[in-house]
Each structure stands twice: as C-alpha cells, then as structure tokens.
C-alpha cells in the first residue's frame, strides 16, 4: 500500500517564526489531506490539497503531485499552533481509504 | 451544520469487559470510517463503510471488534473482551461518496486497565 512519511517528527519553534513541514508519499493520489490535532485529541482539517497551493490565513500549503511531496508553511507562528500535524493520503488504487503519516509534533514557546 | 458526533468522550473499563462506542456521521455522508488512535501514532483506520455495506475491514481484529451500520447513518463499534493494548482514542469519519474532504469526530478515549 501507499507510504506516507512525515519530516521533521519534532520541531521547537520561538513564536513569531516560520515554519515548513514536509510529507513525502510513495504512490499517484487522489486526496491528500492536512491536520491538525489538538491538545484534546481532535482532528481539525486544514486542507484538502491534492494538488496545486492553498492559503488559509497564517497557514499554506502546496502539493506538488507528480513529485509526490505536499509542504505545510506555517508563518508568524503562536502558542496556539502547537500540537502534532498530521498528512493523510489517498491512493488511486485504495478505494478512498486515507492513510496517515505518523505526524510532527510542534511546540511553539511564548 | 452538525459535525461528525462521537460518544462517549471517555471510558475505562478493566481488561475482559466489553465497551461499545457510538458515531453519528455529516447528514448525507454514504462513506463512514473507524481509526484507532494509539498514543503518540497516526490514526490506524480499522473499518470503512459504504452506506450499510463493508467496504475494507482487513484491519479490524474481528476475533474481539465488530462494527454495524445497519440503517446506513449511525454507526457502533465494539470491543469484547477488551486488551491493555486496546487503550486508544477512536475515531469516527465521514464523507460524502467518493473522494472528497473527510472529516473527524472529536473521538471517544479508552482506557483498559
């Protein structure tokens, strides 16, 4: 089946700084996903991206497709970013079953 | 509109008993999942639903979990007899059929002592 590998799995920010998580995946997607998890374990979408660049505020990301990696850039970081982020995928042959990556736990301080 | 909805939050039960969780997916969603959560891993899906039918349960321990959706909207799963290692957050997705966006509930943490 379809790999997903998240990098990095740890990153310690100072607020205010910016950010880019990478997702690396093995296979052509039909979906891929970004998360965010909360301290209360819920999972908040941030985007549906399988292909091309989306902004949502602080929050961007790009998927380039056929080099199969997305990037998450997070700028003017605050307290309230941290928690893990994780990507999901779907591949075309998988019968709309999203796989996730093992996720990157951030920590941004005051 | 409402989100995908989860109960109970929180259950702790000792190992042998049985526990049963409970998701109500987006109006209108066809396709409905179950993941497990383990402590510091990306969610493990365990089932997937198309309306009422199975679609994938290759991953579902089916000597002890089972799940239902048998009017094709509400879904449960169970867990009998429960393990130390079925101590994880469960959670429900849902979607509209075929591909698209999937959204989560706020998951349902057990606890097996």
């Known amino acids: 089946g379809i790999q997903v590998e998240q990098s990095p799995p740890d990153l310690i920010l100072q607020e205010g700084a910016n950010s880019t998580l990478r997702c690396n995946f093995s296979?052509?997607?039909?979906?891929l996903q970004w998360f965010h998890q909360n301290p209360w374990g819920q999972l908040i979408n941030l985007f549906y991206i399988p292909s091309g660049t989306k902004q949502n505020g602080r929050l961007s990301a790009t998927t380039v497709a056929t080099e199969r990696y997305s990037l998450l850039y997070i700028s003017s970081s605050q307290t309230t970013d941290s928690g893990v982020y994780f990507c999901?995928?779907?591949?075309?042959?998988?019968?709309?079953?999203?796989?996730f990556g093992s996720g990157t736990r951030l920590l941004v301080r005051p | 509109e409402a989100g995908v909805a989860q109960s109970p939050r929180y259950k702790i039960i000792e190992k042998r008993q049985s526990v049963a969780f409970w998701c109500n997916p987006i109006s209108g969603h066809a396709t409905l999942y179950w993941y497990q959560q383990i402590l510091g891993q990306g969610p493990k899906l365990l089932i997937q639903?198309?309306?009422?039918?199975?679609v994938d349960d290759s991953q579902l321990p089916k000597d002890r979990f089972s799940a239902e959706r048998l009017k094709g909207v509400d879904s449960t799963l169970k867990i009998q007899p429960a393990k130390l290692e079925d101590s994880a957050v469960y959670l429900c997705?849902?979607?509209?059929w075929g591909p698209g966006e999937l959204f989560f509930g706020e998951g349902s943490r057990l606890t097996v002592l």
């Open positions: 997705a849902s979607r509209e």
């Open positions: 639903f198309q309306n009422n039918g199975v």
């Open positions: 999901a995928v779907e591949g075309m042959d998988s019968s709309y079953k999203l796989i």
């Open positions: 296979d052509s997607v039909n979906n």
